[in-house]
């Protein structure tokens, strides 16, 4: 699972980890500018500092969240652009990149909820 709704209840939708081509939640905010197309977890990668900067977790990373730190000798993430999902941390080679709670915007209560502020947002 690497995301939900943005909504709590009454069900929420989860998404598989299928691709960044052809999935229309990850395609709302890589292609379409849309960061609410899709709520991120609570969670962020970071690299230790055995990281080797081999490039591995920037490769499998479909929101170009990573980037390599000369100066920090060590990957290090966008968290505007991280959704969360850790599938960079899966191919770490060493081991050392691992998510770490990171609290973003809450969800809404309900679809509703979610449904009621978008129409108010669109009759500004």
Known sequence: MIGSDNALSPDPIVICLCCGCCCSQLRGRTKWDNPRALLASNFIPKAGEDCTM??????????????LDDEAERSVVDPDKCIGCGVCTLGCPQETLKLYRFERAKPFETAIHLGVAMLTENKK
């Open 54 to 67: 081999c490039r591995t977790c920037i490769d499998r990373c479909f929101m170009d969240a990573l980037s």
